[in-house]
């Protein structure tokens, strides 16, 4: 995420005229009404997806949300652009570019975003694969597919969105959350209650990125002639949905204009057979203190490939934060790691090491064998969702202003 400013730079230094429309539409594509669908279920915009070039744009707010995507619709002087996340992923747009950036590498596009009936429409078809979907055009009923990776449980998301301005109308922050929202058809209490945790994180981190920055963005503003506007931006990923086990990483990213972004990140392994939030003693062998030496043995190994040094004004911090290790599944692996500035400098990022389960005889705990791994699509998977679509209104949403 460090990337952020750097991209906006770029985008903006290849910047085209943006193509506004209001009701002009490219090679006839009003004529005949285009299907969205995901994972076979049709979704609903409140401006109809059009055709320009052979390629599909549709509204990003949609699009994204039902990709489980964090988003905000962003001003930079003259620059409109379009940022999502979702958890390690980061994709950005300009207005009337045909670059997008995917995780800091430019990815030319066949179509620019554009405002149609002021809508921000972006193409489907790219934005879908730069989130690993696969899209497939089907002629005979005008219809784009796009089909979602899955799981065995059906996980879906919730959205909060806020943009902070100023008395003359100008952006100063940019607030965005994606939380999981995992399927209860059981009713169990359980997942109600972890649904419920994610929820209220979700609220409370918008809540005090708005009272704890607000004025101060204020202050910036008034006293910086080139003000950039703040951003914080909660987001998640699965890690692993299979094998009764379901790991989901959140990740905090802000930049509040100080010396650097900050990004943290935090994990739960649920076992929802059990319905029981995993420790890491139950994953691996062993107490609580032979994990620690187990953790330790592994990160001093780290340290001595990647040539780190673990104190910090002269405190040893890896021996008084070992214990502060976070971890989650895939689905082959273990992942350990951590935090900036937990055991090192800002400047070593996060520490992290991956044991895949294939490698290890012994360690674990857990049956956590890669057998059975193969990714299904939600409509292949019974539990699987309905897309997270405008057809499924959420009550947690709340629909930012920033775009017309």
């Not at 549709?58 to 001003?75: H, T």
């Not at 400047?347 to 791994?373: N, Q, R």
């Not at 019974?382 to 930012?400: L, R």
Request: glycine share 4%; net charge negative.
């Amino acid at each position: 995420m460090k990337i952020r400013k750097l991209t906006i730079a770029a985008l903006s230094a290849a910047a085209v005229t943006a193509s506004v429309c209001g009701s002009a539409f490219a090679d006839g594509a009003a004529a005949d009404k285009i299907t969205v669908t995901m994972n076979g279920q049709p979704m609903s915009f409140d401006v109809d997806p059009i055709m320009e070039n052979d390629r599909t744009l549709v509204p990003f707010r949609a699009i994204f949300e039902a990709l489980d995507c964090a988003v905000s619709y962003q001003r930079y002087g003259e620059l409109e652009m379009v940022e999502a996340q979702r958890g390690s992923d980061v994709v950005f747009l300009q207005i009337g570019s045909n670059k997008m950036s995917v995780n800091g590498s430019e990815v030319m596009l066949d179509v620019a975003p554009k405002i149609v009936n002021d809508r921000t429409l972006v193409p489907l078809r790219a934005v879908s694969e730069s989130l690993d979907c696969t899209v497939d055009w089907i002629d005979e009923s005008n219809t784009a597919a796009i089909v979602k990776k899955g799981g065995q449980f059906k996980v879906g998301s919730g959205h909060l969105e806020k943009t902070l301005r100023a008395e003359d109308g100008a952006d100063l922050a940019y607030i965005s959350c994606a939380y999981p929202i995992i399927d209860n058809a059981a009713n169990s209490d359980f997942i109600a209650a972890i649904n419920k945790e994610y929820k209220d994180a979700a609220e409370k981190y918008a809540a005090d990125a708005e009272s704890e920055f607000a004025e101060v963005a204020e202050n910036m503003y008034k006293s910086e002639e080139n003000y950039l506007p703040m951003v914080f931006c909660l987001s998640f990923e699965v890690n692993t949905n299979r094998k009764d086990i379901l790991s989901v990483t959140t990740y905090d990213y802000s930049d509040a204009n100080g010396a650097h972004p900050n990004e943290t990140c935090s994990s739960k392994t649920l076992d929802l057979k059990n319905y029981k939030a995993l420790a890491l003693t139950d994953v691996l062998n062993g107490d609580q203190k032979e994990i620690d030496k187990t953790v330790t043995e592994i990160f001093t190994k780290w340290k001595t490939e990647n040539n780190v040094e673990y104190e910090v004004d002269g405190e040893d911090m890896f021996a008084k934060n070992v214990s502060k290790v976070k971890w989650y599944l895939t689905d082959k692996s273990l992942v350990l790691y951590f935090n900036p500035y937990d055991i090192a400098s800002y400047a070593v990022g996060m520490p992290t090491m991956e044991i895949e389960y294939a490698a290890e005889d012994g360690i674990f705990k857990l049956d956590l064998s890669a057998a059975d791994t193969d990714v299904k699509s939600e409509t292949e998977t019974k539990t699987e969702p309905k897309a997270t679509t405008e057809t499924e209104p959420q009550p947690e949403s709340e629909e930012v202003t920033a775009e017309k």
